[in-house]
């Protein structure tokens, strides 16, 4: 959960967004270092009234800044592609769910059971209960399973949505008429929101995306009460 005056992320939720946040520092270092790096030389050439020879005209040094960037770039390349291809693995998922992006709510439907399905709406705020928060709650929350690989279909009925949910690392446009996936771990119990990440209309801002990450038992509970109530 986001806190007023927050300069860095979400504390991670998931294995995949403790690897972004990772690679956000590795990437981060390196761009403080030449950026330090960079100003050393400009306070360096503008104070100091002497120039040297060898700097001026010198096959080393271009040899040196010519190999030195592309060297920095591999050590950010590397990082990166091993995480776009871990964001894209999806391995034998415990539980599918397909989300659908309306205006302006989200249904979800629990395709391995027969009859798990439900519409999410934003609480109002004057019906917000104490503690609850304003833009963010939802009537009904997606309720997963924790340390349990989830599959999640994004779609959409009507414009375009994105399934966006910080702390779990996930974000995955919801398209009319195409099936995108995405797959995510819930490393600890808790709840976590997130909301669509696409201008979609009038209403954008009030459609929340509330993930609530259960105990295995919780979660067989919770969906034995769901199917009996439909």
């Known amino acids: 959960m986001a806190h007023p005056s927050q300069l860095g992320f979400q504390d991670a939720a998931s294995p995949l967004m403790e690897e972004l946040l990772y690679f956000h520092d590795h990437a981060l270092m390196i761009v403080f270092l ?3 790096f960079v100003l050393y030389i400009i306070v360096a050439l503008v104070t100091c009234k002497f120039s040297n020879k060898y700097i001026l005209d010198s096959q080393e040094i271009e040899i ?3 190999f030195l960037p592309a060297i920095i770039l591999i050590l950010i390349a ?3 592609l091993r995480i776009l291809y871990l964001m894209d693995e999806i391995n034998d998922p415990h539980l ?5 992006g309306h205006q302006w709510y989200w249904s979800y439907e629990y395709t391995d059971y027969e009859n798990l399905a439900f519409d999410s709406y934003m609480i109002p705020t004057q019906d917000l ?3 609850q928060f304003r833009l963010l709650e939802a009537d009904h929350r997606m309720v997963v399973p924790v340390e349990s690989p989830v599959r999640i279909l994004v779609s959409a009925e009507d414009v375009l949505h994105s399934w966006a ?3 779990l690392g996930v974000k995955m446009d919801a398209v009319p008429g195409r099936l995108n996936q995405t797959a995510f771990i819930a490393s600890r119990t808790g709840i976590f929101y997130g909301q ?3 201008i979609c209309g009038a209403n954008h801002s009030f459609m929340p995306i509330v993930v609530e990450a259960v105990p295995l038992e919780h979660f067989e509970n919770w ?6 109530d439909a």
């Open 78 to 80: 590397l990082p990166s």
């Open 165 to 167: 949910v910080p702390s």
């Open 34 to 36: 030449i950026s330090a």
């Open 196 to 198: 669509c990440s696409e």
């Open 64 to 66: 040196i800044w010519t």
């Open 129 to 131: 209960a104490p503690g």
């Open 223 to 228: 969906s034995s009460l769901m199917l009996e």
């Open 96 to 100: 599918t769910i397909k989300a659908m």
